[in-house]
Structures are given as C-alpha cells and as structure tokens.
C-alpha cells in the first residue's frame, strides 16, 4: 500500500469468490448489426444504451454506415431499436457520420434531454482547424415529424486549447449545460473536463469552458492525473468526479479526481485515490454512487493474474485481470477503498462501468469466462457470473461487452462489440 500526498488510506482486496449461475441468465439477442447487409447499419457498438419514454432504444456504432476517406469501413452511426408488436425488434440508422464537420467515431453512448433531443460526442473530425482525423465534436440529434432526426454539431474541438477526442458520455446539469470530458488536449495536452452552456438566444451558439486541464503539475509526472477517457458524474453539492486512465503514481495507473466549483468560477481538482497497480488500475469507464454516497468504478489492468486476461501495457508488463472498486467516504475526510479482483475464470479486464440497483451492483468484463466476457453481479463480497459470452456456437450471443450496461423494467441491456449472426456486434439483454 501506498500513501497518496495528503490523504491516508485503508485499502481492502477481495479476490472475488467466483459462483457461477446454476443454468446462465436468460439472454436475448435483441439485435445483430450486419443484418441490413454490410455495414450499412452498423459495425462495432461501443457506448450504453438510453431508453425514451415509448421504450425506444438509442446507442452508437463506431464504425460502419457511410465510408469517407478517413474511415473506409464507415465513419459510425447513431440507431433506434423500436419494439414490435407481437414480438421483436426494428433497427432504423437515424445518423450516418461522415468524416467532415458533423463528426466521426462515436465511441460513447448517448444522453436524453428536453424534447427528446439526443446529445453524444465524436472522437475524431469536426473543427476543420484540427488535424483530421484527431479532433471531435459534441452533437444534438433532434427529432422531426415525419421520423427524421436532424444533427446540429454544438461545439467542435480544435485541440489546444479547448480538448481533443471526447471519448465519454456527456451529463446535464439543473440548468441545462453540459459536462465531460476530453481523452487529450487542453493546455498541457493530457485532456480536459469541460462545460458547454447552451446560448441565450434561439439560434446562438453553445460556449465552452474548461473546468480543468490535466497534467497541470508538468514534469511528465502527471500527480493530477492525465489522460480522462471516461465521463463526470455529480454529487448532491455540485461538485464533479471522474477517472484518469494514467498519471499519479510512476505515471501509471491513474486516479480518482473531484472538481469543486469556487464562487469566483474556477474548479480546483483533488485527487481522492491514486491507483497503485497492486489493486488493479486504469479506469476507463466513469463512476457510479450508490444510496450510501459509496463511489464505484472499473480497472481495466492491474491486479490479480488470471488465464485469458490481456497483458499489461505497464512495468513488469504481467498478464492482469483488473477489477471493481467501491471508495467508501471516511468520517473526518479521505476514502476508504475495496477492490474485487477479477481472476480470468469470472471474467476479466472490465473496460465498462457498473451500476448499482439496490445492493447490487452490475457490469461486464471484456474478456473472461470463456474468453469472449461476462456479465456479474457483486452483491457484498461475493461475485456471481450472470452470464458468460460466446456460450453459443460462432458466438451468435456475442463478444466482448464494452459499454456500460443499461437497467430497465427488470432488465439489463447492452452491446457487444463482436459476435452475433455476422460478427458485427449486437445489442442484447438479461434478466438477471
């Protein structure tokens, strides 16, 4: 264990019990991308899934659609599932990215707002001043009469110094802006978070602030953190929390950040936990808080060894398994930590975040089980594997789980990024 600068630390680490379902949940394929033919409707799902109040649904691909000169497999697509009645579902692509200003490679799921407008972000193209294809943008998909959705681009990144290649979903605010983050640029080039406040007139612009730049403590140390690839949730005060996937400790790892907002306007950033790599590291994927004000997160690497895990990318550069952690808030200040660490077998390398239903918490892990992901449930300390991926022949069920899945009506839904009847990806659900 290691002693983060100004904070004291209790770290726990469960190996997690792996108890595997008497029979696996029930999953459904819902639907599998390919079907329209080619990649017209779709290749590689990435982001969560959102549900509109007729029980729609709305996620991203990050390939497929129309082909430009920067993606030839496609720039990415924004679908709705629609129920059928008897039984079933409808795909229907309501935006095609090219790689021009609206925008290419959605690499995140989508958020609801007013009028059943959709918001998301791009990771690449957009600002014509950054260098294609390393850009991004924000969007807002609305919907018309006759079925149409229109996309209007809200802000388009340049780089330096407003970010660079949003990777996460954004949130809402009370008063309607919009917070996230951006996996590079800013001022010291290792990302932002930021605000963008709609305009005050109909037919304005959106104006961006940045709340922070990462990397601000130089030296290539990064004990702020660097590199935000995942999104911002909020507290019950107003203040702001996140991940980044490096920096802190040996440069590696990354931490757990809050941003509290000043009366003069500024955010001052304070690193809550710094990864050590022992208890699992590289979150990707942005927090949950439960009832308890508990915070919870994913580590993609670090931890415990397992078969079927990915290699580290970090010194000694061992095979890990990665893992869940809770920071529970410590009466005085400061943060508890608990890690459940994944070992191959119930699954491995989680790259997507959980949530939390009551006293259970949810995820999937990109690869373990059979090597192809799983779905778990952590209830306590104890583990149990819901379903584990590619348990069909040719994976028709699919592979590798990768956005954060979705709770609704009892059901839990998602994507994977592989599999299914073409092997484009499919979006699914589980009773658990």
Request: glycine share 20%; hydrophobic share 35%.
């Amino acid at each position: 264990m290691r002693a983060a600068r100004f904070w004291s630390w209790i770290v726990t680490v469960i190996v997690i019990s792996c108890a595997f379902a008497n029979g696996q949940a029930k999953h459904r394929v819902l639907y599998s991308f390919g079907t329209n033919g080619g990649v017209n409707d779709g290749w590689l799902p990435n982001g969560e899934l959102v549900f509109d109040a007729g029980g729609n649904i709305y996620g991203t691909t990050s390939i497929g659609g129309m082909a430009g000169e920067l993606c030839s497999d496609g720039c990415g697509t924004v679908f709705e599932l629609s129920p059928i009645s008897g039984g079933g579902w409808s795909e229907s692509i309501i935006h095609v990215f090219s790689d021009d200003q609206d925008g290419m490679t959605p690499l995140s799921g989508l958020i609801l707002g007013g009028e059943e407008n959709l918001y998301g972000t791009t990771e690449g193209s957009g600002n014509p001043q950054c260098q294609a294809p390393d850009c991004g943008t924000v969007f807002e998909l609305s919907p018309s009469g006759n079925g149409a959705w229109t996309e209007t681009v809200l802000y388009a990144f340049t780089g330096v110094p407003d970010g660079q290649g949003p990777l996460a979903p954004l949130i809402f605010d009370a008063a309607g802006n919009l917070y996230g983050t951006t996996g590079a640029g800013g001022v010291n080039g290792y990302g932002t978070a930021f605000e963008l406040s709609p305009p005050l007139l109909p037919g304005g612009t959106w104006t961006e602030k940045i709340l922070y730049s990462f990397c601000q403590a130089g030296g290539g140390k990064c004990s702020d953190g660097a590199f935000p690839d995942a999104g911002l949730v909020f507290d019950g005060f107003g203040n702001l929390y996140g991940t980044t996937t490096l920096g802190a400790i040996d440069t590696f790892w990354g931490l757990v950040y809050e941003l509290s907002p000043s009366p003069n306007g500024s955010w001052t950033e304070t690193a809550l936990y710094k990864f050590d790599g022992t208890h699992g590291g590289e979150s990707e994927a942005g927090l949950t808080f439960d009832a308890s004000g508990n915070l919870y997160g994913t580590m993609e690497y670090g931890g415990s060894e397992g078969p079927g895990c990915f290699k580290d990318p970090h010194p000694p550069n061992s095979v890990a398994c990665g893992g869940v952690f809770r920071l529970a808030p410590r009466v005085g200040g400061g943060w508890t930590e608990k890690a459940f660490l994944f070992d191959g077998t119930n699954g491995g390398n989680p790259i997507a975040g959980v949530i939390v239903d009551g006293d259970s918490v949810y995820g999937t892990t990109y690869v373990g089980g059979n090597g192809y992901g799983t779905i778990f449930e952590i209830k306590g300390t104890k583990e149990t594997v819901i379903y584990i991926f590619c348990s069909r022949s040719n994976c028709i069920d699919g592979s590798a789980p990768f956005g954060t899945i979705t709770l609704n009506g009892g059901q839990l839904f998602g994507t994977t990024q592989s599999g299914g009847l073409h092997n484009q990806g499919t979006v699914f659900s589980v009773a658990p």
